[in-house]
């Protein structure tokens, strides 16, 4: 395997990951230019809070980001400045009103600093965390914000990165271009938001103008009072927001919420106000009603809140210039990719933070720390033929448990399997002092994650997790405890 001599590093997005990641980078001493691009006003990612969600966009059932959240077309000639561009980049975030984490902070806060307080914060504490995070590390430094990367393109022996940031005193969009010898993508995958296909829904979206609307645009009950609801979906998103709405005595009960499979926080049937319904079958766009495929139907909603979750996107990814797609949303995963992490095509110039549904911030850091000793020249990744079986057995295994690729599972070991291969990869930072120590997971830790729940599991300790009533859904296998994730 060669080589090169990676002496500058661009790292995508300023959230947890990038926070990591900018954090491992720097302690290995080993880079001449590290540059850490974000495309907000300040870093916190996820954890930025808009009041003004901005009008719902993306609401096209069944697509997938490339159709949603398309590339920009790239100027000719940079640098130059240009008329804005209008078209939406889903940069603002799906925080809401009365959001807590719903991690212990224990192991969620990232292993080298602690949350101000838990076990389950407020949102501004891990976003004022992740600020902080940057600034006590001297990483700030490194900081280009406002500045979204719009291109990511292999020439010869670098990248090639379009970017661009709005000028707001000539009202225009600078756009330019740097090289650098390696990239992180750290840009996170809940921006753009997905809602699944249903026959008459698109029809439906037209005749009923915001009517349907994501989760990703939720921001208060308040705008929902009076409104007969109905929530679609069952995991974090569907179950705190229609706990929300069912609480806040302005929206009119029951609240609806559409579930396709149970969690593990439901009990034996809908807590007071709810009520629950399973998948729709369709949507009749000339009356307004909603069929259940039960055969029953709702006649009179006025908001539908899809919580169906996100996918990640990459339109600044040059298929083109880079011989292939970096993410194939038909397997929903990274294409030539290892660990999760690392890229088979280009080992020491390519790395992916965040992407994995697994314990976020700690799992950002174990992939960053490892990256970084990577790129330093520290460590050798397997052959590329070891790498590829991996690909392989990892696609095989996932497709026999009909989970997608990146969904790492807690209760089976798997999550610490990869922390410790991880951990492993990167091992001790030279005597020098050079790089991060990957951090242990203490059995405090791990007994927080296992035991201290935002929300009660009915019948824990019991092994009857959410036994529901209704027939259509079945029993079914018990969800992992991290599912939520
Ligand atoms: C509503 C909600 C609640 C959540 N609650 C929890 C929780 O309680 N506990 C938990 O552990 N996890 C939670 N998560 C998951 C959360 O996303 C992770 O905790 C974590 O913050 C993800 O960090 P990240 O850095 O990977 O991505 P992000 O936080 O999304 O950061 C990515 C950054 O990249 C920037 N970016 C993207 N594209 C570009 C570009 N082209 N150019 C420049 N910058 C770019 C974005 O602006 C963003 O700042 C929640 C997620 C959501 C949506
Ligand atoms: N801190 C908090 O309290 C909090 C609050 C909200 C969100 N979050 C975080 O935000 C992230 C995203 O969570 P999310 O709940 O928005 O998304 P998600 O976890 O991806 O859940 C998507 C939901 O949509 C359902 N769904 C998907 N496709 C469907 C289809 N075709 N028909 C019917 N239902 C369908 C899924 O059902 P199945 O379950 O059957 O797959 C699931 O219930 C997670 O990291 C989560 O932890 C955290």
């Not at 970017?163 to 650098?180: G, I, S």
């Not at 927001?241 to 609806?256: D, E, F, K, N, R």
Request: proline content about 8%; aromatic content about 12%; some cysteine.
């Amino acid at each position: 395997m060669s080589r090169p001599n990676v002496k500058s590093v661009a790292i995508i997005g300023a959230g947890a990951a990038g926070a990591a990641a900018a954090a491992a980078f720097d302690a290995e001493d080993a880079f001449d230019v590290i540059q850490v691009f974000e495309r907000r006003e300040t870093p916190g990612g996820t954890w930025i809070y808009d009041p003004d969600p901005a009008p719902p966009a993306g609401l096209k059932p069944g697509k997938n980001p490339p159709d949603v959240d398309p590339p920009l077309s790239i100027p000719r000639t940079l640098p130059v400045a240009l008329v804005p561009s209008e078209q939406t980049r889903f940069d603002r975030t799906p925080i809401y009103d009365g959001l807590t984490t719903n991690v212990p902070e224990i192991i969620m806060s990232l292993s080298d600093e602690r949350f101000a307080y838990g076990p389950f914060a407020p949102h501004w504490v891990p976003k004022q965390y992740i600020q902080n995070y940057f600034t006590s590390h001297r990483t700030d430094r490194f900081l280009v914000l406002n500045t979204t990367v719009e291109d990511v393109s292999r020439h010869a022996d670098s990248w090639k990165l379009t970017l661009r940031r709005y000028d707001a005193v000539r009202k225009v969009d600078v756009w330019w271009a740097e090289h650098f010898d390696a990239v992180v993508i750290a840009n996170g995958h809940y921006s753009v938001p997905y809602i699944p296909p249903v026959p008459g829904l698109e029809a439906y979206i037209r005749a009923f103008p915001g009517r349907i609307t994501h989760s990703k645009f939720y921001r208060s009950a308040a705008h929902h009072a009076n409104l007969k609801v109905l929530v679609i979906g069952n995991s974090a998103s569907g179950h705190d927001i229609t706990q929300q709405l069912a609480h806040s005595g302005v929206v009119s009960l029951p609240v609806y919420q559409s579930r396709r499979s149970r969690n593990r926080w439901d009990g034996t049937s809908p807590p007071a106000g709810v009520a629950w319904k399973p998948i729709i079958a369709s949507f009749d766009p000339t009356t307004g009603t909603i069929h259940f495929n039960d055969g029953s139907a709702l006649t009179d909603i006025d908001a539908v809140i899809y919580c169906t979750g996100y996918k990640p996107s990459f339109p600044f990814w040059n298929s083109a210039a880079n011989g292939g797609p970096l993410y194939d949303y038909k397997e929903n995963r990274l294409v030539d990719s290892f660990q999760h992490t690392f890229s088979t095509r280009w080992p020491r110039q390519l790395g992916v933070v965040g992407i994995p549904r697994v314990l976020t911030f700690r799992s950002f850091e174990y992939q960053a720390i490892a990256l970084a000793r990577l790129f330093s020249g520290g460590k050798e990744l397997p052959s590329a033929a070891a790498m590829r079986e991996w690909e392989v057995q990892r696609a095989e295994k996932c497709g026999r448990e009909g989970r997608t690729f990146h969904t790492i599972l807690w209760d089976d070991g798997e999550t610490m399997e990869w922390f410790r291969w991880l951990y492993e990869f990167a091992g001790l930072p030279g005597l020098e002092g050079r790089g991060r120590c990957p951090p242990v997971l203490t059995r405090e830790q791990r007994w927080a994650y296992d035991h201290v729940r935002k929300y009660p599991e009915p019948g824990r300790g019991e092994g009857q997790y959410g036994c529901g009533e209704e027939g259509a859904m079945g029993r079914g296998k018990e969800k992992d405890s991290a599912w939520f994730i």
